[in-house]
């Protein structure tokens, strides 16, 4: 995290953006950004400073410190007096100090002020899964969802949820409704493969196949999902229940992506060549 | 693209253009009806004035608008990974390893209990 040190505050800022526009999770080093530049330099943020206040408040929840929450909290509810976001946040830090029973208590009120407010009903959720509770979890996010129907985020919880309990069919539909909402994410393609792929079985494989593809005609550049057609095109064409026909056209498949995926790596290792990295592979050999 | 001097002169002139067109326009017609004379068309010059400061005021838009964004419905998740995608921050859970790391927390007794059993 040294690199962080040197930054100026506009720097820092811009960086915290791109992390709260991408959904990154790097907690500890917005906690690090924060106090070695942005809490001085708090006012010089404009319009974007209670957008950081919350995002580092997230942030030191996660690191559990709890000095930089309560500060975070006191200076958004002076300005915010009234408002259930910034109530949400008390319960969040009595979350992080297992008292799930208040943090309850608290949700519960902010939901009876404002049924339509859907982030208290959202914590409650996650109450439950950080209790590990997860059956619990997945009837409440499934209430929930009939309530929110459009709220994709439940429906990808939901879906990793199913996945925890390995129920692969429900986590699918899920990952469809997702698709649904978002036609041209590759990540949703490439995710609902994974979940097929994991299934297994003759249907499902060629079924992650064509969503693997999908995923690659969407983006080119996904890697995972270049090695997924490698991986599922393989296995249908050593299967069973293939036809000749259709085994030569898994066998080109395979081909191509293999020789995809290589010439991928041939463009990174001119980039970032590593010398050493194929003597080191190289004494691995011996072992083998 | 980043926005220059030039480009906000090129708008304003463009702009200044267009309307010394109009009010050229809104004479030639004032004109004709002291003169009371019939109107056929607005003449070459102040037409070729107000389509050339168009063209003008197009060129300076594009350049002070910003970037342009792709065509393309997925160019924006092309970079992005799975791993920043599936996180949410509205169902984060805080009770991980990483609280151990804090110096606020307290170690729960629970493990203590289990030794004292033993």
Known sequence: MNYLNQLSWSDARDLLRTWRDNNDRKSEEVLHLWKSVLEYNLNKLGGEKFSVLEQVCLAALDCYHIPTVDYCIKLLSNEFPSSLRVKKFYAMRLEAQECYDDALKVLDALIKKDETNNAPRKRKIAILKAQGRSVEAIKELVDYLKIFMADTEGWQELSDLYIAEQDFNKAAFCIEELILHNPHNH?????????????????????????????LKLNPNNLRALYGVYLTSSNIASSPKCTANKKKESLKLTEWALSEIKNKYSTVKDKYTDSNLEDRLSITKFFI | MPVSVFHRLILTAGFFSLFHAAYSAAQHRSYLRLNELEFTSLPIDILIQGVASLFVIMYGVLYIA??????KASAELENKTWETYKNIPSFYTFNHRGKAFSPQYIQPTSKLHIEEIE
Do not use: M, P, S, V
Request: charge should be negative; glycine fraction near 8%; charged fraction near 25%.
């Open chain 1, 187 to 215: 990540l949703l393609h490439q995710r609902y493969a994974d979940i097929r792929y994991t299934q297994g079985g003759y249907d499902n494989l060629e079924l992650a196949r064509a969503y693997y593809c999908q995923a």
């Open chain 2, 66 to 71: 910003g970037d342009f964004k792709e065509i």
